[in-house]
T-cell receptor, first 114, second 113 residues
């Protein structure tokens, strides 16, 4: 079945550091890929997405590129801020079987210190 | 306007009680979901409805029963609550297609004592 694997956290960084959160996936179909962010006390919200190979999703300084050859969708940001502290979820949506039910990774907590 | 709203936001109740969480979306989506998030932030899908019909029902105890009176509402009823049911429950909705974004509610924090 489909699965998403993301690096375990927490990831702890100082402000203005470079961020990478790794995400790899397995899917039987041709999935769309997503990053969602969950700020403390809130629900998940879409951060960025990519629907086909080599697409780059970007938002709020974050970006991720759909790499079909390595089945990866790593999240990066050049300079993190304290306000980026949150839990980040990688997810895929696979049209296989017609259900499109998204599969989420386990989440990676990011803590940014001033 | 809140896109996906769920009530109550906080719920503390005793073991053995029955409780409900309500969810409504005003996005015109055809698919709604219930997710359970544990203390380690792991997100597990419980149910998914498309146009009021159940399309997925993961291995969830039958004490949990979803009800969809129309495609804008998906309520969650829980019978005979147990300590292990303590978690955050998220309602969500989307259009049924591969590249479509899921919109989440703010969560309902359930504590069973």
């Amino acid at each position: 079945g489909d699965s998403v694997t993301q690096m375990e956290g927490p990831v702890t960084l100082s402000e203005e550091a470079f961020l990478t959160i790794n995400c790899t996936y397995t899917a039987t179909g041709y999935p769309s890929l997503f990053w969602y962010v969950q700020y403390p006390g809130e629900g998940l919200q879409l951060l960025l997405k990519a629907t086909k190979a080599d697409d780059k999703g970007s938002n709020k300084g974050f970006e991720a590129t759909y790499r079909k050859e390595t089945t990866s969708f790593h999240l990066e940001k050049g300079s993190v801020q304290v306000s980026d502290s949150a839990v980040y979820f990688c997810a895929l949506s696979d049209p296989k079987g017609g259900s499109y039910i998204p599969t989420f990774g386990r989440g990676t907590s990011l803590i940014v210190h001033p | 306007d809140t896109a996906v709203s769920q009530t109550p936001k906080y719920l503390v109740t005793q073991m053995g009680n029955d409780k409900s969480i309500k969810c409504e979306q005003n996005l015109g989506h055809d698919t709604m979901y219930w997710y359970k998030q544990d203390s380690k932030k792991f997100l597990k899908i419980m149910f998914s409805y498309n146009n009021k019909e159940l399309i997925i029902n993961e291995t969830v105890p039958n004490r949990f029963s979803p009800k969809s009176p129309d495609k804008a509402h998906l309520n969650l009823h829980i019978n005979s609550l147990e300590l292990g049911d303590s978690a955050v429950y998220f309602c969500a909705s989307s259009l049924r297609a591969s590249g479509n974004t899921i919109y989440f509610g703010e969560g309902s924090w359930l504590t069973v004592v």
